[in-house]
């Protein structure tokens, strides 16, 4: 049974985007949303503290962002490379990147930026490129460094002039193109309350790429491809989870991106995590999924037709989230990368 995209829209003013805050704000405004009874309530992020118990495990994204937007020339004109994921690592190094103009730039060309050349390998029906660099990946992470530029959303006005200010205050792995925004509501004085309280916390890391950007392009959510994107599942992390869903103890996602680290590996593993995972997750979770691992869920507000909706209309029911969006709306909520949370149970 096919499943229209149009089933997860909505109507959003303009205004109520955000597009000027970046850093951590744990005053935004936080909505709760009971998934079984449907029942709403409007408080600040900080009141979170007091929606934690002792034993409850809250699990993080802690990718760090990399500058991935990079200028060069080629063939006299200028171009723009969008890194997305090292797929191919040695003495040479290669990359997914979107190319803008990409309709001018063929297979063969080479992109010179800085003092770098760079050969365009592929070009995918996606839209996607493999670019090739005379570099390692590290050695690119570190290029990009000095001659990139961070790859905030179309909608933000506002530059950071500070890469730190797109970035969450636990972020450690380096390797994505977006921050997993859900996190930015927590400061490091937050966090040491949650702690204080007996809440667990723990970490997995998945470097966001264009599987979770990328808009849905098709008419039904059953024909989109998602991209695989890379998680990392440590013992540690998986440890803690697995004792927290022995003892029935809630584990918490912070993040749609989580939520996909977490609910993708397991799926792979027959309903479990396994002792530790490094790889690559390419699940689109839609209505009908069964959530083995998360038990609740802290998020911000999602783009309409965004995979991410869909990820949350499947975990609290489709009629129950675009209701709370609508309350949201008027209520003034902000939406999207740097708007107000939701913390769904």
């Known amino acids: 049974m096919s499943t229209p995209i149009s089933q997860f829209s909505y109507e959003l003013p303009k205004e109520l985007i955000a597009q000027h805050s970046v850093e951590p704000r744990d005053s935004s405004k936080l909505m709760l949303l009971d998934r079984t009874t449907g029942e709403i309530q409007h408080k600040h992020f900080y009141d979170i503290v007091d929606e934690l118990v002792a034993g409850d495990v809250l699990v993080f994204n802690d990718t760090k962002v990399f500058r991935a937007r990079m200028?060069?020339?080629?063939?006299?004109?200028?171009?723009?490379?969008?890194?997305?994921?090292?797929?191919?690592?040695?003495?040479?190094?290669?990359?997914?990147?979107?190319?803008?103009?990409?309709?001018?730039?063929?297979?063969?060309?080479?992109?010179?930026?800085?003092?770098?050349?760079?050969?365009?390998?592929?070009?995918?029906?996606?839209?996607?490129?493999?670019?090739?660099?005379?570099?390692?990946?590290?050695?690119?992470?570190?290029?990009?460094?000095?001659?990139?530029?961070?790859?905030?959303?179309?909608?933000?006005?506002?530059?950071?002039?500070?890469?730190?200010?797109?970035?969450?205050?636990?972020?450690?792995?380096?390797?994505?193109?977006?921050?997993?925004?859900?996190?930015?509501?927590?400061?490091?004085?937050?966090?040491?309350?949650?702690?204080?309280?007996?809440?667990?916390?723990?970490?997995?890391?998945?470097?966001?790429?264009?599987?979770?950007?990328?808009?849905?392009?098709?008419?039904?959510?059953?024909?989109?491809?998602?991209?695989?994107?890379?998680?990392?599942?440590?013992?540690?992390?998986s440890e803690t989870i697995r004792l927290a869903k022995e003892e029935g103890r809630r584990v918490i996602a912070v993040g749609t991106t989580t939520v996909r680290s977490l609910e993708g590996v397991a799926l792979l593993f027959g309903g479990k995590l396994p002792e530790e995972f490094s790889g690559d997750v390419n699940m689109f979770i839609k209505p009908g999924f069964e959530f083995k691992v998360i038990d609740a869920l802290i998020t911000n507000f999602h783009l309409p037709k965004s995979t991410l909706l869909v990820l949350v209309s499947a975990f609290a029911g489709r009629e129950s989230v675009l209701h709370a969006y609508e309350e949201a709306v008027r209520e003034k909520y902000r939406f999207f990368s740097f708007g107000d949370a939701m913390f769904i149970t």
């Open 71 to 237: 200028m060069g020339t080629c063939r006299e004109l200028d171009v723009e490379a969008f890194l997305l994921r090292c797929v191919s690592s040695a003495t040479h190094s290669v990359w997914q990147a979107l190319l803008r103009p990409g309709k001018k730039i063929s297979v063969g060309d080479v992109i010179v930026i800085d003092d770098l050349e760079v050969v365009v390998r592929e070009k995918q029906e996606d839209g996607v490129a493999l670019l090739e660099f005379p570099l390692d990946e590290a050695s690119i992470l570190s290029f990009t460094d000095t001659h990139g530029s961070i790859p905030i959303p179309p909608y933000v006005n506002e530059v950071p002039d500070d890469a730190n200010k797109y970035q969450t205050v636990y972020a450690r792995e380096v390797g994505s193109v977006a921050a997993p925004t859900a996190g930015f509501h927590f400061t490091n004085e937050l966090l040491e309350k949650i702690k204080a309280k007996g809440v667990e916390l723990a970490f997995v890391t998945l470097h966001v790429g264009i599987g979770t950007f990328r808009p849905v392009q098709t008419e039904t959510i059953e024909e989109h491809i998602m991209h695989a994107e890379f998680v990392t599942i440590s013992k540690e992390t």
